[in-house]
């Protein structure tokens, strides 16, 4: 069987997209949506990311090409929506394709709204389609494996964490921190480690952020997270500093009863830094690396979505891609953006 494929949206994230179907099997893109002419001619080279390969040339011919979403939701032979839209049109898009008796595969986050987020989840319900968020962050081989120790309980129980997510900031995006648009650094960047964090511990009843604004979004920021378990200490932060030489940095240290998860890697200026390989410290004093495989980011794209081409052909919602997962990771952020904004914890629920 093969899932066929409508991308909306030909962005840097359109583009990872459709090159990673390419090279999946049971999975054909057939059609896109796009405004921008140039692009949608498959003219790629001006697209820009902070990874991954750069835009080129690309022969569209024989795909539906579509300027409105209604176009390509109405297609008869999509059966999957790939929403890669800035995030202020995902609801739109995704209801709209839902309506239409298509699965939607929607780029995270899965809404600017915690309220969209609810209206999404139900229209996908209503339909007897699937919803899937796109949060990569559990694909790549290191999270994975912190999330694999979770579930099996190997190292014993999980006592907490801190996580960091910093860009240098994206002069590329004109409306970056527009929180109609594309909602800042906390709902496009740091929704990953929210997300991952709602993975791994649950939901927290409670945030604690202090942060710097920029206009109405945090620009920068540090979160205790404050759960029913007083044993959880959970941390992250986030957000972008002011110089171009660290487009990209994530890491984090993972506590559980018996071994101490630790990561590090960042880009740089001067190209990739590895700073700290996974690493785990055990009971016995020893520091080991797991063996994870490539490095290469792309992989953990077609790690994702491969699970949404099994999801939709086994027509069951994934575990780590479900919608509700994603509305919770969005609650998280605004619950810390009001906690900067009033410099105080802020209840969850």
């Avoid at 990872?16 to 001619?41: I, M, N, W």
Wanted: charged share 25%; net charge positive.
């Amino acid at each position: 069987m093969t899932i066929r494929i409508g991308i909306a949206g030909i962005g840097f994230m359109g583009m990872v997209h459709y090159l990673t179907y390419r090279r999946l099997r049971g999975a054909k893109v057939v059609a896109f949506c796009e405004q921008d002419p140039v692009r949608l001619s498959g003219d790629w080279r001006s697209i820009k990311g902070n990874f991954g390969p750069a835009g080129e040339i690309m022969d569209l011919s024989g795909m539906g090409r579509y300027r409105e979403i209604d176009q390509l939701v109405n297609d008869p032979n999509v059966d999957l929506v790939d929403v890669c839209l800035p995030p202020g049109l995902h609801a739109q898009a995704t209801i709209a394709a839902l309506k239409a008796g298509k699965h939607v595969f929607c780029e995270k986050p899965i809404a600017l709204s915690a309220a969209d987020g609810v209206k999404m989840c139900a229209a996908a319900e209503k339909a007897g389609r699937l919803l899937l968020i796109g949060h990569v962050l559990p694909f790549f081989p290191e999270y994975r494996f912190a999330l694999e120790a979770t579930r099996s309980g190997k190292f014993g129980k999980l006592l907490g964490g801190h996580f960091k997510r910093v860009i240098s900031d994206p002069q590329w995006l004109p409306r970056f921190y527009d929180p109609e648009h594309t909602g800042g650094p906390m709902l496009d960047l740091h929704v990953h480690d929210a997300h991952f964090i709602r993975l791994l511990f649950g939901m927290p009843k409670a945030v604690n952020t202090a942060g710097r604004m920029r206009g109405a979004v945090v620009e920068q920021f540090t979160t205790q997270f404050v759960f029913d378990d007083p044993d959880l200490v959970v941390t992250a932060s986030s957000g972008v500093i002011r110089q171009q030489g660290r487009p990209f940095t994530h890491a984090f240290e993972i506590y559980f009863e018996r071994a101490t998860l630790l990561y590090d890697f960042a880009n740089l200026a001067t190209g990739p830094v590895l700073a700290m390989p996974l690493t785990v410290l055990d009971e016995k004093g020893r520091a080991t690396r797991p063996k994870l495989g490539g490095g290469d980011p792309m992989d953990a794209f077609r790690a994702e979505l491969g699970e949404v081409i099994r999801a939709v052909g086994d027509g069951r919602t994934s575990p780590v891609l479900d919608g509700s997962l994603a509305r919770d990771a969005v609650v998280l952020c605004h619950k810390q953006t009001e906690s900067a904004r009033k410099g105080k914890p802020v209840k969850v629920a």
